[in-house]
């Protein structure tokens, strides 16, 4: 039999003890009743030896108890066998099934002095599973107890049997509690008082005021200058203006958790100060944190980068794992100025002056706005003297099949549309590669051909994304464009070609406008039509363009059938599904998706399909919902209006599930 000090002598003593009052109480009720007194003695007796039977019992358990600490110190040379029992550290020793086989001192007053022989270890000590630690033999790990932070550190231990007991050996668990309190809060002190840096900028400032008159400006600029102070002073912040625009800010972490809690709170009212005046004011803040003051400035930097390439009037913060991102829910701005796209346009030609062929990639699935967008700038090229080559795959690109198979059939552009081995064939140092709609490196239609080249051009227009393609030399980001035929088009006014640009050229590049803003429905500005008439001028058909987006009955049919399946999730939100991988999916998906937009009071939709052992979600939305952050927290990305996202690890149903609850989330962080 296993010893059990606590467990079966405590047993026999509540046995004995319940056996020995019963006797007396029969002894005294016998005196009262009048029965024989020596009925009476021998119940007394009884109980007495009942009694100095549980006494012996105890002192036995007590005795064994003692006999096992001395074998627990018998190593330790002349270590007394009560220094256990005395030791300053909490120690516990448990059965393998988890009660409490012995414990000191130290760990009783931790618990109040409360008996807990044969309790469970796991309901005293919370925080912990015994299954856990079981397998984890040797480990430890941190517990609370009491509002103190203890390590606890357990070890599995064969008790060897005594000659005086013969039992059979036993596994025992040793477990001590280290006291890291006092090291946990000065920890978490050391880590409150880490000087955090945000960097504050004024989205579109010239924009903003330069439309005032003096009186105006003074009035708006004290305003947002009073709100940004009022804000600083939550965290007994250093705040420094550095320019017009730009802030720096210095606050200790402890007070980052209560403006995240706050949800930025400054970005609404710097809102409200645009809306009183009547101009689109926002802000955009990066914040460092968790490093290095200089390393954090850096970070914040980052930060500001990602929130204004994400649209602006949001927060990004980052770390030394990650971003995060608050705020970004009013609609990017058009910039009137085109100092920016006048510097692209300049070293652009530069570039293409300088190369010996350019290669242009889109992204999978190449639609007509990364399309477009390349046959316009392949005809600057051209004209500058490079080779131009279009990567183009039959497989992924049905979205402009159409349009590829007229300009295929032109001598013009026979070998320019090559695959992506003939482009690693043909690069040499010189060659130029140009990344056109997308700057996130998993969505490129040629990874190794960006990776290999030697001068990288991006152009896009989507709200940048955590991840980002590096090694480029010449960064064109806008989100406030409607799509990168429109930047296109307006570098190609810049590069002054004449009338180099064909009307075929023009019409691809007005396709992919055309597309992006849903016949200038979305995203439509001063400068989006600007583009459109410069087009129109290169003599473009917009007969022509229209004729690319019809469709056989057969696809109408395929598209009409998603969205009888729509239903709403929300109010006003609508989602449809197919379970069918039709050829061209994507197109009859994102044109569902558009369709569902018509329907009465619906101002968001999302169409569900497979596609290619993928499942794949398209976005849709009027201003006002943001399906670009319903779609992140999916893992894809795109704009507030239009956007989508594609998962390899859940079927159609479960895709519906977790858009549910995304707009759920959504709707909840909007209230």
Not at 528 to 539: I, K, M, Q
Request: glycine share 6%; charged share 25%.
């Amino acid at each position: 039999m296993k010893r059990k000090f606590g467990r079966a002598s405590r047993s026999y003593l509540r046995v004995a003890v319940f056996a020995a009052a019963v006797l007396i109480l029969c002894g005294a009720a016998n005196i009262f009743l009048n029965y024989p007194y020596a009925i009476g003695a021998v119940e007394a007796a009884a109980a007495l030896l009942v009694i100095c039977v549980a006494a012996y019992s105890e002192t036995k358990r007590r005795s064994e108890a003692e006999n096992y600490i001395r074998s627990v110190t018998k190593t330790a040379g002349n270590i007394p066998a009560n220094a256990l029992e005395s030791l300053p550290i909490p120690m516990v020793v448990a059965h393998a099934d988890g009660s409490i086989r012995w414990y000191n001192e130290s760990f009783g007053a931790l618990f109040g002095g409360e008996q807990m022989y044969d309790k469970a270890l796991e309901s005293i000590v919370t925080g912990i599973k015994w299954s856990e630690l079981l397998r984890s033999d040797n480990g430890s790990r941190n517990v609370d107890i009491n509002g103190g932070r203890y390590e606890l550190v357990n070890r599995l231990v064969k008790d060897k049997a005594t000659k005086a007991t013969a039992e059979e050996d036993e596994h025992s668990i040793y477990i001590y509690l280290i006291d890291k309190t006092g090291e946990t809060k000065a920890v978490q002190a050391y880590e409150n008082e880490k000087t955090d840096v945000a960097v504050i900028c004024v989205d579109n400032y010239d924009e903003v005021f330069r439309r005032m008159n003096d009186s105006e400006e003074q009035q708006s600029e004290a305003a947002l200058r009073k709100a940004i102070n009022d804000w600083a002073l939550k965290s007994c912040a250093v705040l420094k203006k550095i320019d017009r625009d730009r802030y720096y800010m210095f606050f200790e972490h402890r007070y980052l958790s209560g403006y995240i809690k706050d949800k930025f709170d400054i970005l609404e009212q710097v809102r409200k100060i645009g809306e009183e005046v009547k101009r689109p004011m926002s802000l955009s803040i990066g914040i460092g944190t968790g490093a290095s003051i200089d390393e954090n400035e850096q970070s914040a930097r980052y930060a500001l980068d990602m929130a204004q390439g994400r649209g602006g009037d949001q927060v990004g913060i980052k770390d030394d794992t990650q971003y995060s991102f608050y705020g970004g829910k009013t609609r990017e701005y058009e910039k009137s100025t085109r100092v920016k796209t006048r510097a692209v346009a300049m070293a652009l030609r530069d570039y293409f002056t300088g190369a010996d062929s350019v290669i242009f990639v889109g992204h999978k699935n190449a639609d007509y706005d990364c399309f477009g967008a390349a046959m316009g700038l392949q005809r600057a090229a051209r004209t500058l003297g490079s080779k131009p080559y279009i990567i183009y795959d039959d497989s992924t690109a049905s979205a402009v099949a159409k349009l590829h198979g007229e300009l295929a059939e032109m001598d013009e552009y026979r070998g320019m549309f090559i695959s992506e081995d003939a482009a690693l064939d043909l690069m040499t140092d010189l060659t130029l590669v140009v990344v056109l709609d997308t700057h996130r490196p998993t969505m490129l239609q040629s990874e190794r051909v960006v990776e290999r080249a030697a001068k990288v051009v991006l152009i896009d227009h989507h709200r940048r994304a955590t991840e980002f393609i590096n090694n480029c030399s010449l960064i064109y980001h806008e989100p406030y464009a409607s799509s990168t035929c429109e930047m296109a088009t307006e570098i190609l006014q810049y590069m002054s070609l004449g009338s180099a640009v064909t009307a075929k050229e023009a019409e691809c590049l007005y396709t992919g406008i055309v597309l992006d803003t849903k016949n200038f429905l979305i995203k439509t500005g001063v400068r989006t039509f600007e583009a459109a008439s410069y087009l129109r001028r290169l003599g473009l058909n917009t007969f022509d363009v229209k004729k690319l987006f019809n469709v056989d009955k057969d696809e109408y049919d395929k598209r009409a059938e998603i969205v009888r399946t729509a239903f709403e999730i929300a109010p006003n939100i609508a989602i449809a599904h197919t379970s069918q991988n039709w050829q061209n999916i994507r197109v009859i998906a994102s044109q569902a998706a558009d369709d569902m937009l018509n329907i009465n009071n619906i101002r968001a939709s999302f169409v569900v399909y497979p596609d290619n052992g993928r499942t794949c979600v398209s976005a849709r939305s009027l201003n006002g919902i943001n399906v670009h952050v319903i779609m992140e927290s999916l893992g894809g990305g795109g704009h507030s209006t239009v956007a989508g996202a594609q998962r390899s690890d859940v079927t159609i149903y479960q895709m519906i599930e977790l858009i549910k609850k995304a707009v759920k989330d959504y709707l909840d962080r909007e209230k």
